[in-house]
């Protein structure tokens, strides 16, 4: 039988810039709605820590790399990120105000709370998809996680990050040699030779097992030097 535990209870609902958003608590977790459509929740994060890893990995030994991370979420990729002292400065881009504030001042902050205060971190209130158009910025790996993969977009919009276009501007925002890591739900063979199209290299898609269902994956190229 059901119990009122095991129904998700809404903690915050808004009307964003592009549509609703929801943080609801389902038992012990957290979970961040976007129209409707689940977005992630606080029950695993291995793929997310991984998404960081992997682009520090394919990293040569250069000091301080600075990392922009596309997507705030629950923050597994942020909080990770600054437990690693090799990393220098750490700049998240997220748009919508709502998943900022909870980790702010909402629940979410007991997972980044420590992560905001590092001196590192800089949180960015912006779209990506035009940030990676317009940023005079430069990175040295960007970790993107904002849709749950290239061919499953939250907003249409979104696309234009996975196209040409969108991947030229990450490699202009990246450094020589610089990383990009996509995370993704599924693996997409068109988007592997779309970087390499845009002349990635050492492109490669990399499975992380999840706890129930099939595999997350991170696809990674490094920017040529």
Same mark, same amino acid.
């Given at each position: 039988m059901s119990t009122s535990y095991d129904i998700p209870v809404v903690l915050d609902r808004r009307e964003g810039p592009w549509g609703e958003v929801v943080l609801r608590r389902h038992g012990t977790l957290?979970?961040?709605?976007?129209?409707?459509?689940?977005?992630?929740? #606080?029950?695993?994060?291995? %793929?997310?820590?991984?998404?960081?890893?992997?682009?520090? @990995?394919?990293?040569?030994?250069?000091?301080?790399?600075?990392? *922009?991370?596309?997507?705030?979420?629950?923050?597994? %990729?942020?909080?990770?990120?600054?437990?690693?002292?090799?990393?220098?400065r750490i700049t998240v881009v997220e748009r919508e105000p709502a998943v900022i504030d909870w980790?702010? #001042?909402?629940? *979410?902050? @007991?997972?980044?709370?420590?992560?905001?205060?590092?001196?590192?971190? @800089?949180?960015? @209130?912006?779209?990506l998809v035009e940030y990676v158009h317009e940023t005079s910025d430069t990175y040295d790996a960007l970790c993107l996680d904002i849709d749950n993969g290239p061919d499953w977009t939250v907003t249409e919009d979104n696309g234009g990050l996975y196209d040409l276009r969108g991947l030229a501007s990450?490699?202009?925002?990246?450094?020589?040699?610089?990383?990009?890591?996509?995370?993704?739900?599924?693996?997409?063979?068109?988007?592997?030779?779309?970087?390499?199209?845009?002349g990635f290299r050492q492109v490669r898609t990399e499975e992380i097992p999840v706890a129930r269902g099939v595999p997350d994956v991170v696809h990674i190229g490094v920017r040529a030097g």
């Open positions: 957290l979970q961040i709605i976007a129209n409707g459509c689940f977005l992630m929740d #606080t029950s695993d994060g291995r %793929s997310e820590r991984r998404l960081v890893d992997a682009a520090l @990995e394919a990293l040569d030994d250069r000091p301080a790399p600075r990392v *922009l991370i596309g997507g705030l979420g629950v923050g597994f %990729s942020l909080a990770h990120a600054a437990a690693n002292s090799r990393w220098g980790h702010h #001042t909402g629940p *979410l902050s @007991e997972l980044t709370g420590e992560a905001l205060t590092d001196p590192r971190t @800089e949180i960015l @209130e912006a779209d990450c490699a202009r925002v990246l450094t020589p040699g610089g990383v990009l890591a996509v995370w993704s739900a599924q693996p997409s063979l068109e988007f592997e030779q779309t970087l390499r199209n845009v």
